[in-house]
């Protein structure tokens, strides 16, 4: 069981390890995207605040078009600048080469405005779909990775990423990076579906390891039960057997005592049928394991049933119980499997005679009721818990009780009855408190029997 604990906790383990590796790297998947955005925003307020300056000059650059025949690499361009035209030749790849250029053209005249660059990358940002959080904007000598310039804030909070840097100098001796601060909410949002299938991946899990416990648990408890079953059934088994081979011996002793050998007799007897009720028992609940179960229903006069059970209970060595029977019924007889049923009503006086304090008081009720036949057996006895009123009729079920645990018992007796109950077409239930005494309540349908 220890080591089952263990793998199924690797298991858990590994599962949300791997889950959470899953969720980091796709957060920083977004993250990189959110990343590739404020880089192209910063590359698209880089333009504008030059383009910006350049109209604050007056326009003093203007740009002539590429020649569409040129197809080398370093391209020539005239550019025009105040009254000024000269020739620079253009990395045809570099996509800042014209910023560059403007950038070398204007910067003496009128310097790079971080600020309004912070202010054009925010709006620029605002375009796309994500919040705008906190940024700045850096300046910088890209040569020792110096910051020339910053709006940076004195505090900041929140996490940062920035973007790679702009060289915005002809030499490339200079650059802007901006920061932005991490939309970690939007991120979030965009990951609800793949946080959803984890979370539930995560609770699938959990609750299937849950019920494979709940299973192992119920086995081990199952088979706790069915062990001291058959220790209590071995005492059982053994106590009718040894009462009936000591009278049996106490027989030729006493023979001329015809009176104690009639009692003996009529002992041996008693044990050997409650050995037999036993044994048919077993049989049966092992038979319905199989879909074996089978009854010889007969048609069994009411009166005369109740009467022998009345019998077996009433007289010297039955003066444990004072059993009542109540017959409410109109119709003679019932259709039922004799042998079986007596069992059954064995099982239910015996328990409450079994779980009644000093001298059991027990009350029989026969009656009908919408057209079925319903029979109860009340007791003034031990009762039992709402739990175990769930359990009782569960195979090697024993309630914990002292009162119940001091009794023999081998928790098969009442599984037997209600499996004979179903056989006839019922049902049963309980109806009890502790301290207070049961009430068993057989219902079954008078069935395809038609008195005439
Ligand atoms: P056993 O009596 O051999 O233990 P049963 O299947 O007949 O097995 O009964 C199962 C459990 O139901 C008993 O152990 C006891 O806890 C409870 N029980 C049955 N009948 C009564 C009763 N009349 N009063 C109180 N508890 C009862």
Known sequence: MK???????????????????????????????????????????????????????????????YDVQDTSRYIRKKITSADTVFWVNIDRYD??????????????????????????????????????????????????????????????SGSYVSTR??????????????????????????????????????????????????????QKKIEKMRQSSVNAMTHEFKRPISVAVTLANLIPIYKKDKNKTDRYSKNICQELNKLTSYTEQIQQISKSEKAELQLNK???????????????????????????????????????????FANVMDNLVENAIKYSEGKANVTVHVF??????????????????????????????????????????FGLGLTYVKLIVKGHDGTIRVKSRLGEGSKFIIEIPWTAYVET
């Open 3 to 65: 080591s089952l604990w263990r793998l199924v906790l690797f298991v858990l383990l590994s599962i949300m390890l791997g889950q959470g590796v899953w969720i980091y790297y796709m957060y920083e998947s977004y993250k990189q995207e959110f990343v590739w955005t404020i880089e192209n925003s910063l590359a698209n307020a880089v333009y504008m605040e030059i383009s910006g300056r350049n109209e604050q000059l007056g326009g003093v650059i203007s740009f002539a078009p």
């Open 95 to 156: 996509k800042y080469s014209t910023l560059k250029l403007a950038q070398f053209l204007i910067k003496d005249l009128l310097p790079i405005d971080i600020a309004k660059l912070d202010t054009l990358f925010r709006q620029e940002i605002g375009n796309s779909r994500y919040q705008i959080g906190n940024t700045y904007v850096e300046y910088i000598d890209l040569k020792d990775n110096r910051i020339i310039r910053s709006d940076k804030p004195k505090s900041l």
């Open 165 to 218: 840097e702009i060289p915005i100098d002809i030499n490339n001796s200079q650059g802007v990076r901006a920061y932005a601060e991490v939309p970690s909410n939007a991120i979030l949002r965009d990951m609800t579906i793949q946080l959803i299938l984890s979370g539930s991946l995560i609770l699938i899990t959990l609750c299937c390891i849950f019920y494979l416990f709940y299973i192992i648990s119920e």
């Open 298 to 340: 007969s048609e069994v006069n009411i009166r005369d049933f109740f009467s022998a059970l009345k019998t077996k209970y009433t007289g010297t060595e039955n003066d444990k119980a004072d059993l009542q029977i109540l017959l409410e019924v109109k119709r003679k007889s019932f259709y039922i499997d004799p042998v079986h």
């Open 368 to 409: 009908e009721r919408k057209g079925r036949l319903l029979i109860s057996v009340k007791d003034k006895g031990v009762g039992m818990s709402w739990i175990d009123k769930n359990h009782i009729f569960e195979r090697y079920y024993r309630s914990n009780h002292k009162e119940v645990q001091q009794k023999p018992g």
